[in-house]
């Protein structure tokens, strides 16, 4: 599966964004996926990872009760609504898809597959 990334910019601190990662040559809805992102000068972090069909989600605490991952299977796109923005938010975003769900979902190595990546910077 190919992932694309869309939604990157410059916002203000307290903004809302939201981002999107379109998949094709797969199945859509066979694929958990995720959300990471990397700061300048930091390692990859995970941020969430949403269900085949949507029903569970997982979050980071660093983003947890701003963040909102949700998918449509009908438009191969997973979103990321991301409120009350924060400088620290600031980093490329990647979404991932894996066809499992590995107990270790916040490590990058449990996805195979990955897009390009999209960055937003936030400004204070």
């Known amino acids: 599966v190919q992932l694309q990334a869309y939604g990157g910019g410059l916002v203000q601190a307290g903004d809302s964004l939201r981002l999107s990662c379109v998949a094709s040559g797969g199945t859509f809805s066979n694929y958990f996926m995720a959300w990471f992102r990397q700061a300048p000068g930091k390692e990859r972090e995970f941020v969430t990872t949403?269900?085949?069909?949507?029903?569970?989600?997982f979050y980071a605490d660093s983003v947890k009760g701003r963040f909102t991952v949700s998918r449509d299977n009908a438009k191969n796109t997973v979103y990321l609504q991301m409120n009350n923005l924060k400088p620290e938010d600031t980093a490329v975003y990647y979404c991932?898809?894996?066809?499992?769900?590995?107990?270790?979902?916040?490590?990058?190595?449990?996805?195979?597959?990955w897009g390009q990546g999209t960055d937003f910077t936030v400004s204070s």
């Open positions: 949403i269900t085949r069909s949507g029903s569970s989600t």
């Open positions: 991932a898809a894996s066809q499992v769900l590995m107990a270790t979902m916040e490590a990058g190595a449990s996805y195979a597959y």
